[in-house]
């Protein structure tokens, strides 16, 4: 079986696949990609089945070494891709010879970069899945210099090569679809108005659990106290007793004390979240 060393970790990477949906009641959350769009289509290139596993970067890439011939694609966060120190081409199969190195470099724009190997990186599953799970602490743990991942058998569908033209870049303003929330009714109107108008701020606390936000005005409680846990969805917008909208991203917990005002549906407006930086201007507007 093939496999990638890790030469070099970066400051986060993690493998991931579509995750475990089905859990919630177990408190297991779906946890997976941030950015879908972008780890599917770095399977698409590859013929890999859109749950094959791959590794989320952040910020500044990741390096790997091929112990046997494998082809690999490289999506997301737009960055230079090297392989043995020679430049090769972002959003594209790239092959890769026995001992031949991956630099994967900083993210030029947005945060999260994906990393295919045709055939998948075949990592134990856990409840169905090879997702780490930064907050359950399932799955494999965050890679370390070292580690050497296997790579799954490829499937029968071709390498292509054309699926990225037209690929959304990160967002330089982050417009968020709000629908209504199970506890909207907890805040004043006019300051759910104000929600809707005012513009946020990503704030540098932001992880793969929750989106926060900072710069915009504070929701205001008509209701007091907190709530009995209750079960979140993905994109659910929860508000903490600073007052300000935290958007829950795939790792989020399954319960929480503070009220949801609004839920943001999953898709391309969370895959773009996936990507915003800190200060990225945040705005959320009127979905269904």
Request: charged share 15%; glycine share 16%; net charge positive.
């Amino acid at each position: 079986m093939s496999g990638l060393l890790v030469v070099r970790a970066g400051a986060l990477t993690t493998v991931q696949d579509l995750g475990r949906p089905g859990y919630a009641h177990l408190g297991v959350p779906r946890s997976g990609a941030l950015d879908v769009g972008a780890h599917t289509l770095a399977n698409r290139l590859l013929g890999n089945a859109p749950g094959a596993a791959t590794l989320e970067t952040t910020l500044d890439g990741v390096a790997l070494r091929a112990s046997g011939p494998v082809t690999v694609a490289v999506t997301g966060a737009p960055c230079a891709v090297r392989v043995s120190g020679r430049p090769v081409a972002w959003g594209a199969p790239v092959a890769l010879r026995a001992g031949a190195e991956l630099e994967v470099g900083a993210a030029e724009s947005g945060l999260r970069g994906y990393v295919a190997v045709r055939g998948g990186f075949a990592v134990p599953p856990v409840l169905g899945s090879r997702a780490t799970d930064l907050l359950s602490g399932l799955g494999p743990p965050v890679l370390s210099a070292g580690v050497l991942l296997p790579v799954g058998p490829p499937g029968r569908d071709p390498v292509r090569g054309v699926d990225a033209l037209g690929v959304p870049g990160p967002p330089t303003e982050l417009v968020l679809p709000l629908g209504p929330g199970p506890r909207a009714d907890w805040f004043e109107a006019e300051s759910v108005a104000r929600l809707l108008r005012a513009p946020y701020r990503v704030s540098a606390m932001s992880n793969r659990i929750g989106l926060r936000t900072e710069g915009g005005p504070a929701l205001v409680r008509r209701r007091v106290g907190e709530l009995p846990s209750e079960g979140m969805v993905l994109g659910a917008v929860q508000v903490p007793p600073d007052g300000l909208p935290v958007v829950f991203l795939a790792d989020h917990p399954v319960t929480g004390g503070y009220p949801v005002v609004g839920v943001v549906p999953a898709g391309p407006a969370l895959d773009a979240a996936a990507q915003a930086r800190p200060g990225v201007t945040v705005r959320f507007v009127r979905g269904l």
